[in-house]
């Protein structure tokens, strides 16, 4: 079974920096897409970042100059670094895995369970 894990989630004054991590567990043997999506209280699940094994990453143009997302697909996992941070990118942020090929299952999409990001002073 697949498992997402996220971690480096907290607290931040505004402009500061975070990162968030991600490892996917598991027999994998190739994912399509990794990223990351985030909910803030009262609004939408939206996508913030997501990168494809070509290398190829499209990013919210709410968060584009401020936040670069990377994978490493030997181990599986997807960061997310984000800059210059603002109380408006306050949310729950989401890991995300697309077309995760894995044994005994494949599965079209994955997700973890999330890690708080709070951009406050």
């Known amino acids: 079974q697949v498992q997402l894990v996220e971690s480096g989630g907290g607290l931040v004054q505004p402009g500061g920096s975070l990162r968030v991590s991600c490892a996917a567990s598991?027999?994998?043997?190739?994912?399509?897409?990794m990223g990351w999506y985030r909910q803030a209280p009262g609004k939408e699940r939206e996508l913030v970042a997501l990168?494809?094994?070509?290398?190829?990453?499209d990013y919210a143009a709410s968060v584009k100059g401020r936040f670069t997302v990377s994978r490493d697909d030997a181990k599986n996992t997807v960061e997310l670094q984000m800059e210059s941070l603002k109380p408006e990118d306050t949310a729950k942020y989401y890991c995300y895995a697309k077309n995760v090929v894995s044994r005994p299952h494949r599965y079209l999409e994955a997700w973890g369970r999330g890690t708080p990001v709070t951009v406050s002073s």
């Open positions: 598991g027999t994998i043997f190739s994912i399509d897409a």
């Open positions: 990168v494809t094994t070509s290398g190829r990453a």
